[in-house]
């Protein structure tokens, strides 16, 4: 952390040098978060009327690509804002997704009650990834005891892979994704990893695990590329082209399919609550709300002295905190003791340990033809 006479905050926005030792300002001290977003603002949201033109123009290829198949196209169901966004939208446009869900164990029952409204109104079928509790707790318990900060790459591999296998299985090409630009755009890079570097994951499991990974979903980048270049799967980030006001979407979604507030982003999983609204902030610093806040400050969906009074209050309530403690260490199989030695531990990168590298990081010679390559695509774009 940088000394006090060091720090400095956005002037918009509520990260600041605590958050980012290397955060940059312009003349009016603006971070470079904030002009990183509306760069991509500017190129990624368009006008109302530009965002349907695109999306009926995409749902009428992913109609005519899924004529014969029992479903058209595919997406992630957590349960959260941006995924139940993302099925009423696709429901709108006369689309037929199958909805793929994660049980890893930590599904709160308001989530299980929020997803079921959701396939039930929609009508939507659901393929629910039941991962092995004794693998998935191994693997977290071994990413907990390596002290990296982005523990939840393993819940988010495991869906990665899932969407992959099944949009292969059922001659896919299209996946729906909730990821957008205006609520979640903004995150500095050292509070998250790569998802799907199964190197990684396996070689801390390797040094911290004891239960062998036998039916936990995996994938590489050999069959990303083959699904991309190949089976040409394409993944939509269709919220970027719809109006996406959080709070009005909340509203819509609780009206339209009987949907419930979890109190935070993310909490529809008690050990993401805990992990966002505990682990973080405790072990590496890290409060993800400075993110998502400042996140919908330069959206224009909150000013900065709201998110100002918010990060006042507690991530979460602390009697829930204490609760989710004793809940998690005992459920992971940690003694107390043992789980504030590891809150106590400094934290390590996670290139400490091995990582996915590309062909051309394998064999530097080719580096020459993958930029010649980039440079024809680029060229053919520009026409």
């Known amino acids: 952390m940088n000394q006090l006479s060091n720090y400095r905050q956005c002037s918009v926005g509520v990260l600041d040098t605590r958050d980012d030792p290397t955060m940059t300002f312009d003349s009016k001290g603006r971070c470079n978060y904030y002009n990183a977003y509306k760069a991509a603002e500017d190129e990624h949201v368009p006008s109302p ?108 591999h495991a869906i990665f892979a899932t969407l992959y296998k099944l949009a292969a299985k059922y001659g896919l090409k299209h996946i729906l994704s909730g990821t957008n630009i205006v609520t979640e755009f903004v995150m500095p890079p050292h509070w998250i990893y790569n998802k799907t570097d199964h190197v990684n994951i396996r070689a801390i499991h390797r040094e911290f695990g004891k239960v062998p990974l036998k039916t936990y979903p995996f994938i590489n980048l050999k069959v990303k590329k083959w699904d991309l270049m190949v089976l ?106 043992e789980f504030d ?8 990168p996670h290139s400490h340990y091995a990582v996915e590298q590309s062909l051309y990081d394998t064999y530097p010679a080719l580096k020459p033809l993958r930029d010649t390559a980039n440079l024809f695509k680029r060229a053919i774009k520009a026409t």
């Open 232 to 337: 040409n799967v394409r993944s939509h980030s269709i919220l970027n082209w719809v109006p996406y006001d959080k709070a009005a979407v909340k509203a819509q979604i609780q009206d339209e399919l009987g949907w419930r507030d979890y109190g935070g982003k993310h909490h529809e999983s008690i050990f993401t609550r805990f992990y966002q609204g505990y682990i973080l902030p405790k072990k590496f610093f890290a409060d993800k709300r400075k993110a998502h806040l400042s996140n919908l400050i330069y959206a224009g969906q909150i000013t900065k002295e709201a998110a100002l009074a918010e990060l006042e209050m507690p991530p979460y309530p602390l009697e829930h905190q204490e609760e989710d403690r004793l809940f998690v260490t005992k459920k992971l199989g940690f003694t107390l003791a």
């Open 49 to 156: 009327e530009q965002g349907e033109v695109r999306l009926q123009a995409l749902a009428a290829q992913i109609k005519e690509e899924g004529k014969g198949k029992p479903y058209d196209c595919i997406m992630g169901l957590s349960g959260g804002v941006d995924s139940t966004y993302v099925a009423l939208q696709a429901r709108r446009l006369g689309l037929r997704p199958l909805a793929v869900h994660l049980d890893n164990g930590w599904n709160s029952e308001l989530a299980v009650m929020n997803i079921e409204q959701i396939v039930s109104r929609l009508d939507i079928d659901l393929h629910t990834l039941v991962i092995d509790w004794q693998e998935f707790r191994d693997l977290q318990r071994a990413y907990l005891l390596s002290n990296v900060i982005d523990i939840e790459v393993i819940s988010d």
């Open 341 to 348: 030695a590891i809150m106590a531990s400094d934290p390590i």
